[in-house]
């Protein structure tokens, strides 16, 4: 099912995205997690929004979250 539902957004994006032209950013998960800082710099930009150090500081306090939780799992 989740399939089938990924196939269909997907086939909808496709369709839309050359209507849109610069209405619209695509922003894949895999840069998302490779880079951050330049992903969400792009998406800003696009926004018309400058960066904030922010952006990162809550990255980082997430990710120290996350790594916290999975410790105390162990």
Not at 30 to 57: C, I, P, Y
Request: aromatic share 12%; glycine share 4%; with cysteine.
């Amino acid at each position: 099912e989740t399939i089938h539902h990924y196939t269909c957004i997907m086939g909808l994006w496709s369709a839309w995205k050359p209507c849109l032209g610069d209405l619209a950013i695509e922003v894949r998960y895999e840069d998302l997690v490779e880079n951050l800082e330049t992903s969400a710099r792009r998406v800003l930009d696009f926004l018309g929004l400058a960066w904030d150090e922010r952006v990162w500081a809550s990255w980082l306090a997430a990710r120290e979250s996350a790594r916290s939780c999975w410790l105390a799992c162990r």
